[in-house]
């Protein structure tokens, strides 16, 4: 556990230093970060997502939200915590 949040910490220290230019590479940090399964998904600003929750492919996460418990694909969630909101076509 101890050593994902280093390399969490690193990540995120090395996305801190880039600039909007550097795009790409901002991509490919953060699916280091958040793992390179979570497929064509948004989570908007001031969203958290608790350490092991999976979201699913084409699903979104409402602002503010706090997921606590793994998205299903396809899904649009929000609140704190988090709840379904709606499913979205798929």
Not at 5 to 32: G, M, Q, W, Y
Not at 38 to 63: D, F, L, M, Q, Y
């Amino acid at each position: 556990m101890l050593a994902n949040v280093k390399r969490a910490v690193a990540i995120t220290a090395t996305l801190n230093r880039l600039t909007f230019d550097d795009a790409d590479e901002i991509r490919a940090l953060f699916s280091e970060l958040i793992g390179k399964n979570g497929k064509n998904v948004w989570i908007a600003a001031g969203a958290t997502i608790i350490g092991g929750v999976t979201v699913g492919e084409n699903s979104v996460v409402a602002p503010g939200s706090a997921v606590t418990k793994d998205v299903l694909p396809n899904t649009f969630v929000g609140g704190n915590p988090a709840i379904v909101i709606r499913s979205i076509g798929g």
